[in-house]
């Protein structure tokens, strides 16, 4: 086993990929903060593959802590569902430079590639559909609340399926 693999920078322009699993992008954001059967709360992260060309969601799961085993828990299902990306294109965050993250990638031949410090926009494809996750999935829980991780996970794939992925997407021509 090599000891350093290679590890791409991001882009600095406006970019779109041609074909479906030539990028997938990935990011964690916090979900809503659930309060259990038991009385335990449990403040949620989603972790989210975005696929560039399409914006089909591989997969996005909520989980209870940011750990690097959730998110390969994530990556490994959107795998199991769609395939195999050639890139994987993540921010610097602690989990996605790891070092454990790397070698699978290289196992997987997938390609890690990070955004430049400071260039959010390069990473806008993913923000976006956080932000309409939030002002349309999750805004709807204030009223209909969940209390399990598995009720937000069922109800978050629904919307996903019979919404989400049924959308026009604007940014697509």
Request: charged share 25%.
């Amino acid at each position: 086993i090599q000891t350093q693999f290679p590890v791409t920078a991001g882009p600095t322009q406006a970019f779109e990929c041609a074909l479906a699993n030539e990028l997938w992008m990935t990011d964690m954001m916090f979900g809503p903060t659930l309060k259990l059967p038991t009385g335990q709360v449990v403040q949620t992260r989603l972790f989210c593959l975005l696929d560039d060309c399409s914006r089909l969601v591989p997969h996005a799961q909520y989980y209870d802590s940011e750990k690097l085993g959730n998110f390969l828990d994530c990556f490994r299902q959107g795998l199991a569902r769609r395939g195999f990306p050639e890139k994987l294109y993540t921010d610097r965050g602690k989990i996605f430079t790891s070092y454990h993250l790397q070698v699978v990638c290289a196992n997987l031949q997938v390609r890690l590639a990070h955004a430049k410090p400071y260039a959010a926009w390069s990473k806008g494809k993913q923000e976006r559909f956080f932000r309409t996750l939030q002002e349309d999935f999750e805004a709807r829980l204030v009223l209909d609340p969940v209390h399990s991780l598995q009720e937000l996970n069922r109800r978050l794939w629904r919307w996903i399926e019979s919404e989400y992925h049924q959308r026009p997407h604007r940014g697509l021509n």
